[in-house]
Protein backbone atom coordinates (compact mmCIF):
# COMPACT_ATOMS: atom_id res chain seq x y z
CA UNK A 1 0.00 0.00 0.00
CA UNK A 2 1.27 3.34 -1.13
CA UNK A 3 0.18 6.61 0.92
CA UNK A 4 1.02 9.96 -1.68
CA UNK A 5 1.56 13.19 -0.08
CA UNK A 6 0.81 16.43 -2.40
CA UNK A 7 4.19 18.52 -1.60
CA UNK A 8 4.15 22.40 -2.47
CA UNK A 9 7.73 23.86 -2.57
CA UNK A 10 7.14 27.39 -2.45
CA UNK A 11 10.56 29.41 -3.52
CA UNK A 12 11.21 32.54 -5.91
CA UNK A 13 14.55 30.51 -6.68
CA UNK A 14 14.45 28.22 -9.40
CA UNK A 15 17.40 26.21 -8.53
CA UNK A 16 16.43 25.72 -5.15
CA UNK A 17 12.87 24.58 -6.15
CA UNK A 18 13.63 22.37 -9.04
CA UNK A 19 16.70 20.93 -6.47
CA UNK A 20 14.23 20.46 -3.84
CA UNK A 21 11.42 18.56 -6.33
CA UNK A 22 14.68 16.33 -7.25
CA UNK A 23 15.77 15.69 -4.14
CA UNK A 24 11.74 14.20 -3.42
CA UNK A 25 10.69 12.65 -6.44
CA UNK A 26 12.15 9.28 -6.10
CA UNK A 27 12.03 9.35 -2.14
CA UNK A 28 10.05 6.88 -0.07
CA UNK A 29 10.08 5.44 3.17
CA UNK A 30 7.39 3.20 5.10
CA UNK A 31 5.86 4.41 8.18
CA UNK A 32 6.11 1.93 11.17
CA UNK A 33 3.14 -0.23 12.20
CA UNK A 34 1.14 1.55 9.69
CA UNK A 35 1.82 -1.14 6.59
CA UNK A 36 2.07 1.49 3.92
CA UNK A 37 5.14 3.72 2.17
CA UNK A 38 4.98 6.93 1.79
CA UNK A 39 5.95 8.94 -1.35
CA UNK A 40 5.46 12.50 -3.35
CA UNK A 41 3.79 14.26 -5.81
CA UNK A 42 5.37 17.71 -6.23
CA UNK A 43 4.76 20.89 -7.05
CA UNK A 44 5.94 24.49 -7.42
CA UNK A 45 5.48 28.27 -6.80
CA UNK A 46 7.47 31.10 -7.35
CA UNK A 47 5.61 34.18 -5.18
CA UNK A 48 3.12 34.71 -2.70
CA UNK A 49 0.42 35.38 -5.07
CA UNK A 50 1.30 32.14 -6.93
CA UNK A 51 1.10 30.33 -3.94
CA UNK A 52 -2.16 31.73 -2.96
CA UNK A 53 -3.75 31.15 -6.07
CA UNK A 54 -2.51 27.24 -5.75
CA UNK A 55 -3.43 26.66 -2.32
CA UNK A 56 -7.14 27.64 -3.69
CA UNK A 57 -7.00 25.10 -6.35
CA UNK A 58 -5.64 22.41 -4.63
CA UNK A 59 -5.20 20.29 -1.90
CA UNK A 60 -1.25 20.02 -0.43
CA UNK A 61 0.01 17.90 2.45
CA UNK A 62 3.07 19.29 3.42
CA UNK A 63 4.26 23.07 1.96
CA UNK A 64 8.24 24.17 1.81
CA UNK A 65 7.68 28.11 2.05
CA UNK A 66 10.78 30.06 1.58
CA UNK A 67 10.89 32.62 4.17
CA UNK A 68 11.82 35.51 2.22
CA UNK A 69 9.44 36.14 -1.30
CA UNK A 70 9.26 38.90 -3.53
CA UNK A 71 6.09 40.01 -2.83
CA UNK A 72 5.78 38.57 1.10
CA UNK A 73 7.51 37.04 3.72
CA UNK A 74 6.85 33.37 5.26
CA UNK A 75 5.18 34.72 8.34
CA UNK A 76 2.15 36.62 6.65
CA UNK A 77 1.98 33.16 4.04
CA UNK A 78 1.89 31.46 7.58
CA UNK A 79 -0.60 33.71 8.97
CA UNK A 80 -2.79 32.93 5.97
CA UNK A 81 -2.43 29.13 6.08
CA UNK A 82 -3.60 29.57 10.09
CA UNK A 83 -6.60 31.53 9.05
CA UNK A 84 -7.89 29.50 6.91
CA UNK A 85 -7.65 26.10 8.16
CA UNK A 86 -5.40 24.40 6.12
CA UNK A 87 -4.90 20.37 6.97
CA UNK A 88 -0.98 20.14 6.30
CA UNK A 89 1.98 20.76 7.87
CA UNK A 90 4.57 23.51 7.41
CA UNK A 91 8.54 23.62 6.55
CA UNK A 92 10.10 27.27 6.54
CA UNK A 93 13.23 27.67 4.64
CA UNK A 94 15.19 30.56 4.83
CA UNK A 95 18.66 31.77 4.51
CA UNK A 96 18.52 34.01 7.43
CA UNK A 97 18.42 31.26 9.73
CA UNK A 98 18.44 32.95 13.32
CA UNK A 99 16.51 31.67 16.51
CA UNK A 100 14.27 34.62 16.25
CA UNK A 101 12.75 33.66 13.12
CA UNK A 102 12.68 29.84 13.93
CA UNK A 103 10.59 30.92 17.28
CA UNK A 104 8.43 33.60 14.87
CA UNK A 105 7.53 30.43 12.70
CA UNK A 106 7.01 28.06 15.03
CA UNK A 107 4.57 30.22 17.37
CA UNK A 108 2.99 31.19 13.71
CA UNK A 109 2.24 26.99 13.17
CA UNK A 110 5.36 26.22 11.47
CA UNK A 111 5.84 21.99 11.90
CA UNK A 112 9.76 22.51 11.26
CA UNK A 113 12.78 24.96 10.11
CA UNK A 114 15.24 24.36 7.59
CA UNK A 115 18.13 26.78 7.01
CA UNK A 116 19.71 27.26 3.90
CA UNK A 117 22.04 25.61 1.74
CA UNK A 118 20.99 22.26 3.15
CA UNK A 119 21.58 18.93 1.57
CA UNK A 120 19.25 16.69 -0.14
CA UNK A 121 19.63 14.24 3.01
CA UNK A 122 18.98 16.86 5.48
CA UNK A 123 15.51 17.89 3.01
CA UNK A 124 14.90 14.02 3.28
CA UNK A 125 15.00 13.77 6.89
CA UNK A 126 12.90 17.18 7.94
CA UNK A 127 10.15 15.96 5.35
CA UNK A 128 10.28 12.51 6.63
CA UNK A 129 9.40 13.90 9.89
CA UNK A 130 6.49 16.14 9.01
CA UNK A 131 4.84 13.18 6.75
CA UNK A 132 5.43 10.95 9.79
CA UNK A 133 3.45 13.21 11.88
CA UNK A 134 0.73 14.27 9.39
CA UNK A 135 -0.18 10.85 8.40
CA UNK A 136 0.10 9.29 12.11
CA UNK A 137 -2.48 12.50 12.76
CA UNK A 138 -4.64 11.21 10.25
CA UNK A 139 -5.13 8.03 11.08
CA UNK A 140 -5.35 9.11 14.72
CA UNK A 141 -8.25 11.32 13.54
CA UNK A 142 -9.57 8.26 11.24
CA UNK A 143 -9.73 5.79 14.20
CA UNK A 144 -11.20 8.53 16.60
CA UNK A 145 -14.03 9.16 13.89
CA UNK A 146 -14.32 5.44 13.66
CA UNK A 147 -14.80 5.05 17.55
CA UNK A 148 -17.32 7.82 17.81
CA UNK A 149 -19.35 6.30 15.09
CA UNK A 150 -19.20 2.91 16.54
CA UNK A 151 -20.08 4.17 19.92
CA UNK A 152 -23.41 5.83 18.48
CA UNK A 153 -24.43 2.47 16.30
CA UNK A 154 -23.87 0.65 19.58
CA UNK A 155 -25.51 3.24 21.70
CA UNK A 156 -28.46 3.41 19.19
CA UNK A 157 -29.61 -0.32 18.90
CA UNK A 158 -28.61 -0.62 22.87
CA UNK A 159 -31.74 2.41 23.60
CA UNK A 160 -33.60 0.24 20.45
CA UNK A 161 -33.10 -2.70 22.75
CA UNK A 162 -34.27 -1.63 26.22
CA UNK A 163 -36.76 0.50 24.40
CA UNK A 164 -39.00 -2.60 22.85
CA UNK A 165 -39.23 -4.27 25.86
CA UNK A 166 -40.09 -1.56 28.74
CA UNK A 167 -42.40 -0.42 26.41
CA UNK A 168 -44.39 -3.54 26.46
CA UNK A 169 -44.18 -3.64 30.04
CA UNK A 170 -45.29 -0.37 30.34
CA UNK A 171 -48.30 -1.36 28.30
CA UNK A 172 -49.22 -4.12 30.19
CA UNK A 173 -49.31 -2.14 33.73
CA UNK A 174 -51.15 0.61 32.09
CA UNK A 175 -54.21 -2.12 31.45
CA UNK A 176 -53.41 -3.09 35.01
CA UNK A 177 -53.67 0.56 36.28
CA UNK A 178 -57.04 0.96 34.68
CA UNK A 179 -58.22 -2.45 35.45
CA UNK A 180 -59.01 -2.94 31.47
CA UNK A 181 -59.17 -6.89 31.55
CA UNK A 182 -60.85 -7.20 35.05
CA UNK A 183 -60.90 -7.41 38.45
CA UNK A 184 -59.11 -9.94 39.68
CA UNK A 185 -55.01 -10.56 39.72
CA UNK A 186 -55.64 -13.98 37.79
CA UNK A 187 -56.85 -11.56 35.07
CA UNK A 188 -53.52 -10.37 34.14
CA UNK A 189 -51.43 -13.44 34.64
CA UNK A 190 -50.40 -13.80 31.10
CA UNK A 191 -49.44 -9.75 31.28
CA UNK A 192 -47.20 -10.41 34.03
CA UNK A 193 -46.14 -13.62 32.73
CA UNK A 194 -44.69 -11.67 29.88
CA UNK A 195 -43.66 -8.73 31.74
CA UNK A 196 -41.72 -11.33 33.53
CA UNK A 197 -39.91 -12.53 30.20
CA UNK A 198 -39.17 -9.31 29.43
CA UNK A 199 -37.44 -8.39 32.47
CA UNK A 200 -35.35 -11.56 32.34
CA UNK A 201 -34.45 -10.58 28.50
CA UNK A 202 -33.32 -6.78 29.93
CA UNK A 203 -30.98 -8.30 32.71
CA UNK A 204 -29.47 -10.62 30.56
CA UNK A 205 -28.63 -7.90 28.19
CA UNK A 206 -27.29 -5.82 30.77
CA UNK A 207 -24.96 -9.06 31.99
CA UNK A 208 -24.06 -9.59 28.59
CA UNK A 209 -23.20 -5.98 28.19
CA UNK A 210 -21.03 -5.62 31.19
CA UNK A 211 -18.84 -8.96 30.49
CA UNK A 212 -18.45 -7.46 26.66
CA UNK A 213 -17.46 -4.30 28.28
CA UNK A 214 -14.83 -5.63 30.68
CA UNK A 215 -13.49 -8.21 28.20
CA UNK A 216 -13.10 -5.65 25.53
CA UNK A 217 -11.60 -2.72 28.12
CA UNK A 218 -9.19 -5.43 30.31
CA UNK A 219 -10.73 -5.07 33.11
CA UNK A 220 -12.17 -7.81 33.47
CA UNK A 221 -10.20 -9.92 36.17
CA UNK A 222 -9.26 -12.99 35.65
CA UNK A 223 -8.45 -16.78 37.57
CA UNK A 224 -6.14 -19.04 35.54
CA UNK A 225 -6.22 -22.35 36.87
CA UNK A 226 -6.53 -26.27 36.46
CA UNK A 227 -9.57 -27.36 36.58
CA UNK A 228 -11.80 -30.42 35.12
CA UNK A 229 -13.62 -28.53 32.09
CA UNK A 230 -15.98 -31.23 31.64
CA UNK A 231 -17.57 -29.82 34.94
CA UNK A 232 -18.44 -26.73 32.65
CA UNK A 233 -20.06 -28.73 30.61
CA UNK A 234 -22.12 -30.21 33.11
CA UNK A 235 -22.99 -27.35 34.80
CA UNK A 236 -24.56 -25.65 31.15
CA UNK A 237 -26.58 -29.25 30.81
CA UNK A 238 -27.97 -28.45 34.26
CA UNK A 239 -28.87 -25.17 33.22
CA UNK A 240 -30.91 -25.70 30.26
CA UNK A 241 -31.62 -29.32 30.57
CA UNK A 242 -35.72 -27.64 31.51
CA UNK A 243 -35.36 -25.44 28.45
CA UNK A 244 -34.34 -28.35 26.24
CA UNK A 245 -37.51 -30.59 27.80
CA UNK A 246 -39.89 -28.33 26.63
CA UNK A 247 -38.81 -29.13 23.02
CA UNK A 248 -38.15 -32.69 24.03
CA UNK A 249 -34.46 -31.77 22.46
CA UNK A 250 -32.12 -34.64 23.48
CA UNK A 251 -28.72 -33.52 24.89
CA UNK A 252 -25.78 -36.12 24.52
CA UNK A 253 -21.86 -35.46 25.57
CA UNK A 254 -18.84 -37.63 24.03
CA UNK A 255 -15.37 -37.11 26.49
CA UNK A 256 -13.48 -37.93 28.98
CA UNK A 257 -14.91 -37.28 32.84
CA UNK A 258 -11.94 -35.14 33.37
CA UNK A 259 -10.46 -33.25 30.98
CA UNK A 260 -7.59 -30.79 32.66
CA UNK A 261 -7.64 -27.41 31.66
CA UNK A 262 -5.82 -23.90 32.74
CA UNK A 263 -8.07 -21.48 31.97
CA UNK A 264 -10.68 -19.20 33.83
CA UNK A 265 -13.54 -21.72 34.93
CA UNK A 266 -15.97 -18.58 34.55
CA UNK A 267 -14.96 -17.82 30.96
CA UNK A 268 -15.57 -21.07 30.53
CA UNK A 269 -18.90 -21.05 31.82
CA UNK A 270 -20.16 -18.25 29.74
CA UNK A 271 -18.60 -20.38 26.69
CA UNK A 272 -20.99 -23.39 27.29
CA UNK A 273 -23.45 -21.54 28.05
CA UNK A 274 -24.32 -19.45 24.85
CA UNK A 275 -23.15 -22.76 23.13
CA UNK A 276 -26.27 -24.53 24.63
CA UNK A 277 -28.15 -21.76 25.04
CA UNK A 278 -28.34 -21.16 21.45
CA UNK A 279 -27.85 -25.03 20.18
CA UNK A 280 -32.15 -25.78 22.49
CA UNK A 281 -33.15 -22.06 21.43
CA UNK A 282 -32.83 -22.65 17.82
CA UNK A 283 -33.22 -26.00 17.38
CA UNK A 284 -36.48 -27.87 16.33
CA UNK A 285 -38.95 -29.93 18.57
CA UNK A 286 -37.45 -33.06 18.83
CA UNK A 287 -34.31 -31.98 17.88
CA UNK A 288 -30.24 -33.07 19.63
CA UNK A 289 -28.11 -31.50 20.21
CA UNK A 290 -24.38 -33.11 20.20
CA UNK A 291 -21.45 -31.73 22.65
CA UNK A 292 -17.75 -33.24 22.10
CA UNK A 293 -14.79 -32.14 23.95
CA UNK A 294 -11.12 -33.41 24.14
CA UNK A 295 -7.55 -31.92 24.66
CA UNK A 296 -5.10 -32.57 21.67
CA UNK A 297 -1.85 -31.20 22.67
CA UNK A 298 -1.87 -27.08 24.04
CA UNK A 299 -5.47 -26.88 23.20
CA UNK A 300 -8.86 -28.00 23.86
CA UNK A 301 -11.09 -29.28 21.00
CA UNK A 302 -14.89 -28.51 21.91
CA UNK A 303 -17.58 -28.87 19.46
CA UNK A 304 -21.65 -28.45 20.00
CA UNK A 305 -24.08 -29.65 17.09
CA UNK A 306 -27.71 -28.87 16.92
CA UNK A 307 -30.06 -30.20 14.62
CA UNK A 308 -31.68 -26.55 14.12
CA UNK A 309 -33.31 -24.18 11.69
CA UNK A 310 -29.00 -23.25 10.61
CA UNK A 311 -27.89 -20.26 8.92
CA UNK A 312 -28.02 -19.00 5.75
CA UNK A 313 -24.65 -17.90 3.79
CA UNK A 314 -25.28 -13.74 4.49
CA UNK A 315 -26.12 -14.78 8.39
CA UNK A 316 -22.87 -16.42 8.97
CA UNK A 317 -21.04 -13.48 8.00
CA UNK A 318 -22.48 -11.40 10.53
CA UNK A 319 -22.76 -13.70 13.12
CA UNK A 320 -20.07 -12.80 15.67
CA UNK A 321 -21.28 -9.02 15.97
CA UNK A 322 -22.94 -6.88 18.52
CA UNK A 323 -26.83 -7.34 18.77
CA UNK A 324 -27.09 -9.57 15.53
CA UNK A 325 -30.40 -11.25 15.93
CA UNK A 326 -31.84 -12.68 12.47
CA UNK A 327 -35.21 -12.39 12.53
CA UNK A 328 -37.23 -14.80 10.39
CA UNK A 329 -40.27 -16.72 10.86
CA UNK A 330 -38.15 -19.56 12.00
CA UNK A 331 -36.55 -17.07 14.81
CA UNK A 332 -40.17 -15.75 15.38
CA UNK A 333 -40.30 -15.90 19.26
CA UNK A 334 -36.55 -16.48 20.19
CA UNK A 335 -35.29 -14.11 22.91
CA UNK A 336 -32.02 -12.85 23.58
CA UNK A 337 -29.33 -10.22 23.77
CA UNK A 338 -27.17 -10.80 20.30
CA UNK A 339 -23.94 -10.27 22.55
CA UNK A 340 -23.41 -13.95 23.58
CA UNK A 341 -21.49 -14.84 20.58
CA UNK A 342 -19.72 -11.41 20.38
CA UNK A 343 -18.32 -12.64 24.02
CA UNK A 344 -17.88 -15.93 22.50
CA UNK A 345 -15.67 -14.69 20.00
CA UNK A 346 -13.71 -12.42 22.27
CA UNK A 347 -13.30 -15.13 24.97
CA UNK A 348 -11.77 -17.14 22.89
CA UNK A 349 -9.30 -14.38 21.23
CA UNK A 350 -7.91 -14.14 25.34
CA UNK A 351 -6.84 -18.12 24.56
CA UNK A 352 -5.39 -17.55 21.31
CA UNK A 353 -8.62 -19.58 19.94
CA UNK A 354 -10.60 -20.30 16.75
CA UNK A 355 -13.86 -20.73 16.14
CA UNK A 356 -15.32 -22.15 12.74
CA UNK A 357 -19.13 -22.30 12.46
CA UNK A 358 -20.47 -24.53 9.62
CA UNK A 359 -23.96 -24.28 9.22
CA UNK A 360 -27.43 -25.45 6.71
CA UNK A 361 -30.44 -23.59 6.29
CA UNK A 362 -32.95 -25.80 7.65
CA UNK A 363 -30.54 -28.82 8.81
CA UNK A 364 -28.20 -27.29 11.54
CA UNK A 365 -25.44 -25.81 12.99
CA UNK A 366 -22.05 -27.09 14.47
CA UNK A 367 -19.68 -24.29 16.51
CA UNK A 368 -15.92 -25.84 17.03
CA UNK A 369 -13.68 -24.48 19.41
CA UNK A 370 -9.94 -24.34 19.26
CA UNK A 371 -8.67 -23.10 23.12
CA UNK A 372 -5.45 -22.74 23.87
CA UNK A 373 -4.22 -24.09 27.28
CA UNK A 374 -3.30 -20.71 29.30
CA UNK A 375 -0.37 -22.39 32.13
CA UNK A 376 2.01 -20.17 33.05
CA UNK A 377 5.54 -22.39 31.74
Not at 88 to 94: G, K, Q, R, S
Not at 145 to 173: D, M, T
Not at 348 to 355: A, D, F, K
Request: net charge neutral; aromatic share 8%; proline share 3%.
Amino acid sequence: MNEKLKVLVVDDEPGMRRGSVRALKTFSFPVPDMGFNVSFDLCEAGSGQEFREMMEKNKFDIVLLDYKLPDTNGLELLDFLQKGGFDLLTIMMTAYASIEVAISATKNGAFDFLAKPFTPEELKVVVRKASERLVLQREAKKLAEEKRQIRFQFLSVLSHELKAPLNAIEGYLRLMENKSVGEKISDYEKMIGRSLVRIDGMRKLIFDLLDLTRIESGQKKRELIEFNFTESIKKALETFTPDAGKKNVKISFEGKENIPFWGDPGEMDIIMNNLVSNAIKYNKPDGAVKITAALSGDFLELSVSDTGIGLAPDELERLFSEFVRFKKEATKGVEGSGLGLSILKRISELYNGSINVESEEGKGTTFSLKLKNQRQK
